[in-house]
């Protein structure tokens, strides 16, 4: 039996997994699911109710992303996507930390937005975009001109870069991130033809 990921198709956290499984060439079974789906089954794998889950050979279940991503880097040594070395590795979690923050700030957005219009808070809507302009500038100025966001090789950190910004793309077009950051624009143009990434493009 192979291991089984329970995601959706629009979920960036769940594309960050499924583009590790491709980048490890790991093969795996792919059941779709979402908590915002009626009658859906995703609390029975995960208590809070969220995706993606990574389910084992063994019914082990595995949550969250970036739990999921470790495990996997371990399970094949190819292709690593992790470096070893203690600060290195810091390094490239902080990266994946500050591209999953984009991905919350975003989806709490998204979320609000879906709330009845008297309901929504102005304040907090901006409170999430300024998070996600900040972080923006900040990935903007460490990635530089370097190649990749850490060391000289692609990582997870470049994966959850690619899923953050391929989120916005997907849910808010108008945020102007590729004018205002040409180099982070240079990256994702790079990122988006790797196999992993032009098959889990958001849809939905
Ligand atoms: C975030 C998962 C998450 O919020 C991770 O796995 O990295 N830190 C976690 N998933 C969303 C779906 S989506 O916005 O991608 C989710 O399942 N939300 C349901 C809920 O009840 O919050």
Redesign the pocket.
């Known amino acids: 039996m192979q291991m089984k990921l329970v995601g959706s198709l629009t979920?960036?956290?769940?594309r960050k997994v499924r583009v590790v499984l491709a980048e490890k060439k790991i093969d795996y079974d792919f059941e779709l699911d979402s908590?915002w789906l009626a009658g859906n089954t995703v609390a029975e794998v995960n208590p809070l109710?969220?995706?993606?889950v990574l389910v084992l050979d063994d019914n082990t279940t595995l949550?969250?992303?970036?739990v999921i991503v470790e495990y996997l880097d371990n399970v094949a040594p190819n292709n690593k996507l992790m470096p070893a070395p203690n600060r290195e590795r810091a390094e490239v979690r902080r990266w994946e930390a500050l591209a999953?923050g984009v991905c919350d700030s975003a989806?709490l957005i998204f979320l609000e937005r879906k709330r009845p219009i008297e309901q929504q808070s102005s304040e907090w809507t901006a409170r999430q975009q300024d998070k996600i302009l900040r972080s923006l500038e900040f990935m903007a100025s460490e990635l530089a001109e370097h190649p990749w966001c850490a060391g000289t090789h692609f990582s997870l950190a470049d994966v959850a870069v690619g899923c953050a910004l391929g989120y916005l793309v997907f849910r808010f077009p108008e945020i102007d991130w590729q004018e205002r950051h040409p180099n982070l624009a240079r990256l994702y143009a790079k990122l988006i033809r790797r196999p992993g990434f032009a098959e889990t493009v958001p849809q939905g």
Do not use: C, E, L, M
């Not at 979920?11 to 769940?14: D, E, K």
């Not at 949550?63 to 970036?66: A, E, I």
């Open positions: 979920s960036p956290y769940v908590p109710g969220k995706i993606p949550f969250d992303s970036r999953d989806a």
